[in-house]
């Protein structure tokens, strides 16, 4: 079974407008850290944003913010007033305490697009 | 502080050669991991270091092997190299292994592997 889904192959949004991009998961581990990156077209994975399993709050980091909903295993990625140089893939991750140590599994990517 | 640095950025080789990457992880950093990105297959853990051991393995021929040396840098090196190993291959750096959970994971530009 995929343990990371992202159903979104390609998104597009209005520059300065909100989108969220759909990541759900699947783990038994109890501690597990689910993150966020960004592709540019030049490969570069961009770290934006981390939610632990055990965090009781959403995880914001400036424009990103991360609705983590743990009973329905999703962790979806919401960027606020779009901009041009966010177009790129983005990538959920996951990483499990204890299984796998060190491994990072990642779901199949989102392009996003944004209109000027 | 300087980021994860991969080399070359980009090979090109021939079937049947062998081919070997570096990278050289953040300062600080002792856990270095592999990744090979298709556009079929999206993003696949190979393998990761730390403290010069592996202490994790993808699921990947023997072709595809990894090193660690005593100051965190890393090799990654492909025999008889196949047209399917054309690949993105991209290296993230951390800060241990451990509880990596909460970790996240540093990538570096990639090198992008092209086999003719």
């Known amino acids: 079974a995929q343990k990371i889904t992202q159903t979104q192959p390609g998104m597009f949004v209005q520059e300065k407008e909100a989108v969220t991009l759909d990541c759900t998961y699947d783990?038994?581990?109890?501690?597990?850290?689910l993150f966020w990156y960004k592709q540019p077209s030049s490969g570069e994975m961009i770290f934006l944003i981390y939610q632990g399993s055990y965090d009781q709050q959403n995880a914001t980091e400036g424009r990103y913010s991360l609705n983590f909903q743990k009973a329905r295993k999703s962790a979806n990625l919401v960027i606020s007033a779009s901009q041009l140089g966010d177009s790129a893939m983005y990538f959920c991750a996951m990483r499990e305490r204890n299984t796998n140590a060190g491994k990072s599994t990642f779901g199949d990517g989102t392009t996003l697009t944004v209109k000027p | 502080k300087a980021g994860v640095t991969q080399t070359p950025r980009y090979l090109i080789k021939t079937r049947g050669q062998q081919v070997t990457l570096s990278c050289s992880p953040i300062s600080g950093h002792r856990s270095v991991s592999w990744y090979q990105q298709t556009p079929g297959q999206g993003l696949q853990f190979l393998f990761e270091y730390f403290s010069e051991t592996q202490r994790n393995k993808g699921n990947f021929p023997g072709r595809f092997s990894g090193r660690q040396f005593s100051n965190s840098r890393s090799e990654m090196n492909v025999s008889t190299l196949e047209l399917g190993d054309s690949a993105l291959y991209l290296c993230?750096?951390?800060?241990?292994?451990?509880?990596?959970?909460?970790?996240?994971?540093?990538f570096g530009q990639g090198t992008r592997l092209t086999v003719v």
């Open positions: 993230a750096s951390s800060l241990r292994v451990q509880g990596t959970e909460n970790t996240e994971a540093f």
């Open positions: 783990t038994s581990d109890p501690s597990y850290g």
